[in-house]
Every structure is written in structure tokens, then in C-alpha cells.
């Protein structure tokens, strides 16, 4: 049977590694001419994700590609003297498993898992998708599959051709996401830092194995921004107009957007749909149910929802008709929790007023302070997020 996934990020690779696990034949099409090396922001996986990926036997290379940050020094937009914190305290009280890495490197490590028993077609991207299988390229000949996976994240392809437009699905939260590689100018070893202001948050950050340094925005508008996410002058005018001025260090990393050599901006959105499967075509990861970005534990869901449907479609002989059905209902409920708990974490994460500012600085502060089951026990009861993810379960197919 062979089944056609796009998107060579994230949810593709563990999705071919493990339909190839299950007998299938399995073939990737991504759009850039090689694995993406945009200089992505770090993405949190919990134990879920953890388990499936030690389960593919790459557990130790991401361990190893960690970024290792430990510490935390936060400055209150207007306070005179910052707050520190120990990061290593809070992941541990948040979850019982946590790896934070790059999105770069987590992506190289899943694609050196599954590239040797799946084709990969790159720079190339599908035009076309006919209801009996057949698949038209901006380069290849046409083909025929007998499944359709789209993985290619919030702004899906797939999605648009077999769906419809984007603004059909999307909710935005109000909130925005730029992330920017600049020099590590100051040398940062595990350590975060951020400046928290009402409406706006930045912070940046290294990891061990990097020799830069990336900057991450966060910020909120009363009205919705226009811009095409493929304007990249745009975004970056956006992003100096909402932050210039909060700071002096945070002016200098602003002046790095001239000078990067990977930038992203986007809104952070969610995806609300009925089903993600229609015919012989499938959504798997953000672009079927996209939480929120950097918000909303995204990585982790795209990784638990390519699991379950090689899963699904083993368990039933790779009949799609009750495939789908049975994993869109094993998704249904983390699909849920993880709106609701990207919403709560885009208000912790950007508070919207001096009293939240000082409430999020001081809440780490406070938690990496108090003994470790007592953060644990602080945390999970003042944050959705450690509940649902570590509440979450995966099968053994």
C-alpha cells in the first residue's frame, strides 16, 4: 500500500518512520529543496512524545541535542532589578518527562530515522489530488497513491486543495509569534532571558551545541494585523513597531533583523475543524489541529497524532474508512485540552497588565524556590498544561 505524506518537518518523518514499521510504502514530498534549516524556536516535548520517541530509538540523540537551558533572569518592563530563576526546577514540577530542543534538530533526528526506508521527493510540492488517488507535482510525473497525509503544518497544501481556504479553520488568539538567530553576544550557557511587559514578551536564549543565539516575540494587538505570511520586510516591521523602545537590549536584538540568517513570524492560530479526513486524504499534526504555536505543546501533539494513525491504519489492515474514524476519535480529546490549555498559556505567557507581568516573573521565581514536590504540586495545580500532558496516553499498536 503505498501512502503519500507531505511535509518533511516534524509529524512527516515520524509518521513515515512508523507506517514503514507497519508494512507500508512510504514516500515524502516537501517543499524546500532540502531539510529545512529555518532557525526554528525551542519546542517542548513531554512524556508522551518522549516515550514514542524512544520507542524509535533516537531518545538518546535527543537528549543529547537539548538545548540545556537551566536558568531563567527576568526583567519586569520599568523594574530596576530582574528576577532569577531556576528553569531546571520548573520543567521538572511542570512534567514528569520534559526534553526542550531546537525544532531544527528535532527534525534532522526524525528524518535520519525514517530517510532510509522512505522516499523522499524534495523541492518539490502537490498541485492536484483526485479523489481515486492521483497525485500531481510542480515537477514530478503524476502518481498514484492509495493515501494522502498532509503534515505541512498551519499553513497546509494539502488542506487547501482537498478543504478550502485557510480563514474557513482559523481562530487567531490575537497574539503573535517572530523568531530571529542572532550572535550569542552574551555567551549565554543555559540561561534565559526575558523581558516581560504588559501586551509583550521577548526573551533570548542559546543551547549548548549552537554558536548563536535565538530571540523569541510574543506579543498581542487589538486589531488584526495585516500582513502575507510570505512578506518577510512586513513582518519584521511589524515586530520592531511592537517592541522598540521596551528596552535597550531588546533594541540591540532588534537591530539583528537586518543581519539574521533565519527569521519567522506568524500569528499564533488555532485550527478548528470537524474532521481532518475526507476520502483517501488525511491531516495530521498543525495542519489539521494546530493548538497554537509555541503555545499550545503543538510539537508534542503532531508527534502522539502521526503515532496513532500509522496506529490506526495497521490495526486496520490500511482500510482508510475505519482508520480515520478511529483516529480522529483517539485525537478528539487531546485535540481539545490543548486549545484550551494554548489560550490560558498565550494569557500567562503575554499578560495583558502590570499585575500579570509580575505575577508570571515572580510565579517562576516562587516555584524554583520551593522544595520539589511542592513546586510540583504548585504547578499542577495552577497550570492546565501539566495535567493534560502528562495525563495524556498513547497505545502500544
Not at 531563567?72 to 514528569?96: C, I, N, Q, W
Amino acid at each position: 500500500m503505498r501512502i503519500l505524506i507531505s511535509g518533511a518537518s516534524v509529524a512527516g518523518p515520524v509518521l513515515a518512520y512508523w507506517l514503514n514499521r507497519h508494512g507500508f510504502s512510504v514516500t515524502v514530498v516537501e517543499r524546500a529543496p532540502t531539510l529545512r534549516k529555518t532557525g526554528g524556536h525551542a519546542v517542548d516535548l513531554f512524556s508522551p512524545a518522549l516515550h514514542i520517541t524512544e520507542k524509535m530509538g533516537v531518545l538518546a540523540r535527543v537528549e543529547e541535542r537539548a538545548t540545556g537551558t537551566r536558568r531563567m533572569t527576568a526583567y519586569a518592563e520599568g523594574a530596576r532589578r530582574p528576577v532569577r530563576a531556576d528553569l531546571s526546577k520548573v520543567f521538572g514540577a511542570a512534567s514528569d518527562r520534559h526534553v526542550e530542543i531546537m525544532r531544527d534538530d528535532l527534525s534532522e533526528i526524525y528524518y535520519d530515522a525514517a530517510r532510509d526506508d522512505a522516499e523522499y521527493l524534495f523541492g518539490d510540492s502537490i498541485t492536484a489530488i483526485s479523489p481515486d488517488g492521483e497525485v500531481r507535482f510542480e515537477r514530478a510525473a503524476p502518481r498514484r497513491f492509495d493515501l494522502v497525509v498532509g503534515a505541512d503544518g498551519l499553513h497546509s497544501n494539502v488542506r487547501r486543495l482537498v478543504f478550502g481556504e485557510e480563514s474557513r479553520f482559523s481562530t487567531s488568539t490575537g497574539a503573535y509569534l517572530g523568531v530571529l538567530t542572532l550572535p550569542n553576544v552574551r555567551g549565554l550557557d543555559g540561561e534565559l532571558v526575558m523581558h516581560v511587559g504588559a501586551g509583550r514578551t521577548t526573551g533570548m536564549y542559546g543551547a549548548r551545541h549552537l554558536d548563536e543565539a535565538r530571540a523569541l516575540f510574543l506579543f498581542r494587538s487589538e486589531r488584526e494585523l495585516d500582513y502575507d505570511h510570505r512578506d518577510v520586510p512586513r513582518q519584521k516591521e511589524l515586530l520592531r513597531a511592537a517592541f522598540t523602545g521596551m528596552h535597550p537590549e531588546v533594541d540591540r536584538w532588534l537591530e539583528e533583523l537586518g543581519r539574521t540568517p533565519a527569521f519567522y513570524f506568524d500569528s499564533i492560530t488555532q485550527l478548528r475543524m470537524d474532521t481532518w479526513s475526507r476520502g483517501r486524504v488525511t491531516l495530521v499534526g498543525d495542519a489539521g489541529y494546530c493548538p497554537g504555536p509555541a503555545v499550545g505543546g503543538s510539537t508534542t501533539l503532531a508527534i502522539v497524532g502521526a503515532y496513532v494513525l500509522a496506529g490506526e491504519l495497521a490495526r486496520a489492515g490500511g482500510d482508510h474508512e475505519r482508520a480515520f474514524p478511529a483516529y480522529e476519535r483517539a485525537m478528539a480529546g487531546p485535540v481539545r485540552g490543548s486549545r484550551e490549555v494554548a489560550l490560558g498559556a498565550a494569557r500567562t505567557v503575554i499578560p495583558s497588565s502590570r499585575l500579570g507581568v509580575q505575577g508570571l516573573v515572580q510565579g517562576a521565581r516562587l516555584v524554583s524556590a520551593l522544595p520539589p514536590a511542592l513546586g510540583r504540586a504548585f504547578l499542577r495545580l495552577t497550570t492546565r498544561s501539566a495535567r493534560l500532558y502528562n495525563a495524556m496516553t498513547v497505545e502500544d499498536y
